[in-house]
């Protein structure tokens, strides 16, 4: 009886695996998959270093661009970069589905048919292009699964992995995630203090590459003072708490109103049993970063603060 079970189990989630795999092929061929015209050209300066362009300088921000050349080169797909573009765009958003399914099974017990709403949203609401997020988009799901599962170090290597793809993607979960464990920590709930250092430690160790060369820049560069005022008269939205309320208040209480609805579901999710205590921590760590920007990019106007964007850590609690 008790294999019987594990053989309709098994069969379930192929099926829903499998029907999803077949939309996430149904939506490639509808959407209009492509490179940003950004990334295309980097990625044929790296490709063909012999143009007038000439060779790409390193840096980290630029890793999905070499990894999309190296594909291009060893694949064959040099003068088919539309082909490469299916690919990567299928490969990024398989993983994405099969991550948020794994997701829905944890948060709601296996239900199926939350499983599948999910992806088919997923589906509809994401865009054709493959860029630098939709390659961290997996890793970064998957940081927030083990995170959930209690499986520190797989969910700080997942958040070590973002800084190789995309630093400020890295850098809108890393923190939110690393408070969150801090209070856990002072509340002494799910987490022990060694627990708590082994992630920091895997976090730090595996990431120490990129973190050293932008340090290391930061050094022997003095901040662009016209870039920060760009970021943060122009990208207000994601670098001033002020300038958000000042210019567009309704997006600041759409945020602030999906953090209520966060609130009030998982109340009524406690009242019927549910038992994941680590969303709350996050989202309070995502509440501590608006303060923290409202100070420094604000108030003190400091440079680094701004040109983090610590507002987009939002995307964590949207996610939920």
Known sequence: MYLENIEKKIDSNFFIYLSIFFMVLLFSFIKDVHFEPVDFGLIKQIVHPEFPKGKLLYDPQYHYNYIAAFAAHWAGYENRVEELAMIFWLIETGLSVFVLIKLC?????????????????????????????????PFYLLAIYYFLREKWALSAF??????????????????????????????????????????????????????????????????????????????????????TLSSEPMALLSKLLMVAILLVGYGKAKK???????????????????????????????????????????????TF
Not at 233 to 243: A, D, H, I
Not at 284 to 293: N, S, T
């Open 105 to 137: 099974n944890l948060l709601f017990r296996g239900d199926k048919l939350v499983s599948v709403m999910v992806a088919i949203a997923f589906l509809l609401l994401i865009s054709g292009e493959t860029e630098q997020k939709t390659m961290a988009r």
């Open 158 to 243: 997942c958040g070590a992995v973002l800084f190789y793809i995309h630093v400020g993607f890295a850098i809108w979960w890393v923190l939110p995630s690393s408070l969150a464990i801090c209070i856990m920590v002072l509340r002494h709930k799910n987490i022990s203090l060694r627990q708590a250092i082994n992630y920091f430690l895997v976090l730090i160790v595996l990431a120490s590459p990129i973190l050293y060369f932008y340090a290391k820049s930061a050094r022997h560069l003095e901040m662009d003072r016209f870039l920060v005022q760009y970021y943060y008269y122009n990208c207000w939205y994601c670098s001033s708490v002020v300038l």
């Open 272 to 318: 019927s049993g549910y038992q994941n205590n680590n969303i709350m921590p996050i989202a309070a760590g995502v509440a501590i970063l608006y303060i923290l920007d409202f100070i420094f990019a604000d108030i003190f106007g400091n440079g680094t603060a701004i040109t983090l964007q610590l507002l987009r850590s939002i995307l964590t609690v949207e």
